[in-house]
């Protein structure tokens, strides 16, 4: 899946059809893999969809060390694909 906005603590999407169908389907997968261009680290949406301990792996274009790290310490596998 991916996402609108990403915050640290918390994902987010714009769509609240979009919100109702991903927090569904986390809530009946064992493993959630988060798709998230490098453009949306930072910025704000108006639903939020998933927090940081749903969340399994986390693939982007790039992130800055200091996120990078604090999903590492959240328990999330971080791939970054260029």
């Not at 994902?11 to 009946?28: H, Y």
């Not at 108006?46 to 790039?62: G, H, N, P, R």
């Not at 200091?66 to 970054?80: A, E, H, P």
Request: glycine fraction near 4%.
């Amino acid at each position: 899946m991916s996402t609108r906005n990403f915050k640290i603590a918390y994902f987010e999407q714009g769509d609240k059809i979009d919100v109702f169908a991903k927090k569904l389907m986390i809530s009946i997968v064992t493993n959630v893999i988060l798709l998230c261009h490098s453009t949306k680290f930072g910025n704000t949406s108006f639903s939020q969809f998933a927090t940081l301990d749903q969340i399994d792996t986390i693939i982007t274009d790039s992130i800055d060390a200091k996120d990078f790290r604090k999903l590492k310490d959240s328990g999330i596998d971080v791939i970054v694909a260029s």
